[in-house]
T-cell receptor, first 115, second 114 residues
């Protein structure tokens, strides 16, 4: 398996623009997580899905952030409008309920810079 | 709710010396415990985990961690570090409820000195 795939790997945008981050989880995994990592705040869970349904979005910072999972193989995290304080590395991770290992498999991340 | 405290944000250690990265957790229920490692410019990957059974768990690259319920700790140790161990290490905790999220600590950056 190719692992968790994220695109783009790097994104530079201007304040006010819409940003869409994409994630393809490992095939067969039924949990998908979106995290944000910054030096100041460390690793933060933004939202997670189970079987394409959002379970907990309490970590989503504000209404500018939204996430969708239209099917088992694709998820998006959208920021509209973007602000400089959104600059961070965004990780997607997936896991399976079936193997009982509770291990999360992380993608390589998207480094977002908002100027 | 669970929480995780990693007491050291950075740990410098000489190559071939032993190292211990400290992790304490808080929870009102039984937990699962994890250590993840993040190499530069990469995502996190699982290093080792405690789910049940023996309280001492080992990774394939020489790290080990011991679950200590009375001290609510899960410290990570390695008897002799290598330059390739340079990375950030995250302790994480999850309740045994499958739908509960994993809570990550703030990470400890391990610097290997030549």
């Amino acid at each position: 398996d190719a692992g968790v795939i994220q695109s783009p790997r790097h994104e530079v945008t201007e304040m006010g623009q819409e940003v869409t981050l994409r994630c393809k989880p490992i095939s067969g995994h039924d949990y998908l997580f979106w995290y944000r990592q910054t030096m100041m705040r460390g690793l933060e869970l933004l939202i997670y899905f189970n079987n394409n349904v959002p379970i907990d979005d309490s970590g989503m910072p504000e209404d500018r952030f939204s996430a969708k999972m239209p099917n088992a193989s694709f998820s998006t995290l959208k920021i509209q409008p973007s602000e400089p304080r959104d600059s961070a590395v965004y990780f997607c991770a997936s896991s399976s309920n079936r193997d009982f290992s509770y291990e999360q498999y992380f993608g390589p991340g998207t480094r977002l810079t908002v100027t | 709710a669970q929480s995780v405290t990693q007491l050291d944000s950075q740990v410098p250690v000489f190559e071939e010396a032993p190292v211990e990265l400290r992790c304490n957790y808080s929870s009102s229920v039984s937990v699962y415990l994890f250590w993840y490692v993040q190499y530069p410019n990469q995502g996190l990957q699982l290093l080792l985990k405690y789910l049940s059974g023996s309280t001492l768990v080992e990774s394939i690259n020489g790290f080990e961690a011991e679950f200590n319920k009375s001290q609510t700790s899960f410290h990570l140790r390695k008897p002799s570090v290598h330059i390739s161990d340079t990375a950030e290490y995250f302790c994480a905790v999850s309740s045994m409820n499958r739908d509960d999220k994993i809570i990550f600590g703030k990470g400890t950056r391990l610097h290997i000195l030549p």
